[in-house]
């Protein structure tokens, strides 16, 4: 019974650290930035979800919806107002833009946070479920959101999937990723690419952050848990590769919902964290790290 | 120029120039608020700070002195707190100083008040240690008043309406206490591990859960595991996530207890009314007549700001006015002489009767719980709407609960 609750929890909670994750590390992956606004723009994405339905009075899916544009609107942001003028800059030079990428996005994201704040307490938002209810399986009762949850997040994943493996922009992206120079010999604009992948990266994130709020509801102090969580399963399952981060992210879900079962909600994270330390003893690329 | 209006013209000229010369003459009472402002409980304490000095202030003020209200976000951080309240000394010159609703930022900030020598009054904190040091070093911790219920009190009043509500109604026996790990629920459990047995309900499981918690579903898991007819809650810093989660996992035990993010209009919004069937405590609530002043109150305090007050609030509101009267009394703002009248407040405010304890009760400075005094309210969230359920005299809706929650009332 207790074993069939954390397979399903687990379930659902890894699939949204995946969907999570994968944005993040495709950024990573493709143009070499550690957007740490991510959990930033999840919360932004959550919190504009819920004023929309609960504020203006706009129904379920029109907020999600709007939820998932606030969170494109605000990578784009992220990449034309913070990254790519560090990146385009000629005063920073190169072996210090990383950091400085890194930087700019922390700050970027403290701001985006305290505006939250600001405009609606830091108090936490929850957004009003598109599917309500339970449904009995095998016993463990399950709200009707959280098996949702679960089938949007495989859903959005295997379209990325898709896109990047089946389609010529996809293509171009991997091609990117593996090596932008040759991208550029090919003749493609390597700007353009990293304006989809932006794109990309906005609507995983928003999607994230909508069902995140829908699931188990954010607030503006998730933000730095959001991006360090992001941050773990990315490292842990080897920066840069989506399949290492999938992996990662279902590791790190259910051990996680295993702490909250068997010890104790209160040391829920600290396993996580702890095989985190283990791997970057034994294996300092992750786990399916390139290199 | 007739005669008659050559007086009344010199009448006016020198009562113009009376009132001005009184006004430079007077310095305003300054009042330093450092709050929450961004926490739906906190962000009720400046405002009702300021609602209350505006209108004493349309009154002429306390002998021709306005109130001046200065306000300190402290980002709900004791650190940020501390140097507010030495930036509002130092600086800015307040007389008093109204503060928080976190026991860890009072508790921060009470050796400051010593250090300083200037009074400090909590709104909203909780934890019993805040009048426990006044009691135990007197003059050093004198400057720290408790203008809120200890957590002592507030199980014992938890308790008192449980035994009503939930014992005698409902027949219910078990509960399990679902609380969050602060300074304020320490003593607040063991009130309630003390009172629930006393009163009926036993207790079979305790559980303390961080306040960061996000995913409360193995909580909730493990209370239903006990099967108990009622969760007794102490929480705070959450709200809004146990609350949705309960319902959208039809949890069917029903929650019954200290929910501070509850006592705020907001929260049936901040839900998705999520909140329908929570019952919690407050000192006092919307449309529910503790005294003749609290109505009023929350009337012009919707009117002003557009939405209900939170539990601190009202005795933020309350504060303002039984400092004004202190100074009154004490004719100087002093700190001893205004530590001196403040001792003798005798206020009936929104949320009730205030009065503190003495140097010789084991919480010096904390209001007085009791009939007659300050009792609390149980109130209840009913289709979207906050209303009084205990005690009887002064609320009158029934206990209503969503479908999902089965009540034991055999």
Redesign the interface.
């Known amino acids: 019974m207790l074993a069939l609750?954390i397979l399903i929890?687990g379930f659902a909670?890894s699939a949204l650290y995946a969907l999570g994750a994968t944005g993040f590390t495709l950024i990573f992956g493709v143009s070499g930035v550690l957007n740490l606004s991510h959990g930033a723009i999840m919360v932004l994405a959550a919190v504009a979800a819920w004023a929309a339905?609960?504020?203006f009075q706009l129904d379920t899916y029109s907020g999600a919806l709007i939820g998932v544009a606030v969170a494109v609107v605000a990578a784009f942001a992220t990449y034309f107002a913070v990254v790519q003028p560090i990146q385009r800059s000629r005063r920073i030079p190169n072996e210090e833009k990383e950091i400085f990428v890194l930087t700019g996005t922390l700050l970027w994201g403290i701001m985006i946070q305290e505006l939250i704040?600001?405009f609606f307490?830091?108090?936490?938002?929850?957004?009003?479920?598109i599917v309500?209810?339970?449904v009995d399986i095998a016993g463990i009762?399950t709200?009707r959101?959280e098996i949702f949850t679960a089938v949007v997040c495989c859903l959005v994943i295997a379209l990325l999937w898709l896109l990047v493996n089946r389609t010529r922009t996809g293509k171009a992206v991997l091609a990117a990723s593996m090596n932008p120079r040759g991208v550029t010999l090919l003749g493609l604009e390597l700007g353009s690419i990293y304006i989809v992948v932006w794109a990309i990266y906005g609507i995983l994130a928003g999607i994230a952050g909508v069902l995140l709020g829908m699931f188990?509801?954010v607030?503006?102090?998730?933000v730095g848990?959001l991006t360090a969580s992001a941050f773990s399963i990315v490292v842990l399952g080897g920066l840069g590769s989506v399949s290492g981060s999938l992996i990662a992210a279902f590791v790190v879900g259910y051990l996680e919902?295993i702490t909250?079962?068997l010890i104790s909600?209160?040391y829920?994270t600290i396993p996580a964290l702890l095989l985190l330390v283990a791997v970057m003893y034994v294996r300092p690329q992750g786990l399916l790290g390139r290199r | 120029m007739t005669p008659k209006f050559r007086t009344l013209l010199g009448a006016t000229a020198l009562g113009l120039l009376m009132a001005t010369g009184q006004a430079l003459a007077a310095d305003p009472i300054k009042i330093g608020v450092i709050a929450e402002a961004?926490?739906?409980a906190g962000?009720s304490i400046p405002q009702a700070a300021q609602l209350a000095a505006d209108e004493i202030n349309a009154k002429g003020g306390v002998d021709g002195r306005k109130i001046e209200i200065v306000t300190y976000d402290n980002h709900?951080s004791s650190a940020d707190s501390v140097r507010a309240f030495q930036r509002a000394v130092n600086e800015d010159k307040v007389n008093i100083v109204i503060a928080s609703y976190i026991s860890e930022v009072v508790l921060a900030l009470e050796p400051w008040a010593a250090r300083l020598k200037t009074p400090l009054i909590t709104p909203g904190a909780a934890s019993n240690e805040i009048s426990k040091a006044v009691h135990a070093d007197y003059e050093k911790n004198k400057y720290t008043f408790h203008g809120y219920l200890t957590s002592a009190a507030l199980a014992q009043s938890v308790c008192d309406a449980a035994k009503e509500l939930l014992v005698e109604q409902r027949h219910m026996k078990t509960a399990v206490i679902m609380s969050e790990?602060a300074a304020w629920t320490k003593p607040l459990d063991v009130g309630y591990e003390d009172c629930l047995p006393k009163i009926g309900l036993k207790v079979l499981d305790h559980i303390?859960?961080?306040p960061?918690?996000?995913?409360?579903?193995?909580?909730f898991?493990k209370i239903e595991g006990s099967k108990p007819d009622v969760i007794i809650t102490g929480i705070s810093h959450?709200?809004?996530?146990p609350t949705?989660?309960w319902k959208?996992?039809?949890v069917p035990i029903p929650m019954f207890g200290i929910a501070s993010?509850a006592t705020n209009s907001t929260f049936g919004?901040?839900?998705?009314e999520?909140a329908n069937g929570v019952i919690y405590q407050g000192v006092s609530g919307t449309g529910v007549a503790v005294t003749p002043k609290s109505i009023p109150f929350t009337d012009a305090f919707k009117a002003k700001f557009g939405n209900f007050p939170s539990y601190c609030g009202y005795t933020a509101y309350d504060e303002v006015y039984y400092i004004a009267d202190a100074v009154k009394r004490a004719g100087s703002t002093d700190a001893d002489k205004l530590i001196a009248a403040l001792e003798k407040t005798d206020w009936i405010g929104t949320i009730g009767r205030v009065q503190f304890y003495g140097k010789d009760d084991p919480f010096t400075h904390s209001i007085k719980y009791g009939k007659g005094l300050i009792t609390g309210l149980m109130l209840q969230w009913q289709d979207g709407q906050q209303v009084g359920v205990w005690p009887a005299d002064v609320a009158k809706a029934k206990l209503k609960f969503p479908s999902f929650i089965k009540v034991t009332s055999n």
């Open positions: 609750q929890d909670i339905a609960s504020l704040a600001y307490t830091n108090n936490a938002k929850t957004v009003l479920p309500e209810g339970v009762r709200p959101n188990l509801g607030s503006s102090y998730s848990p919902t909250a079962y909600p209160a829920r | 961004q926490a739906i962000a709900s790990d303390r859960f961080s960061d918690t996000t995913d409360f579903t193995p909580i898991n959450v709200g809004v996530q949705v989660q959208n996992q039809q993010q919004k901040d839900t998705n999520a």
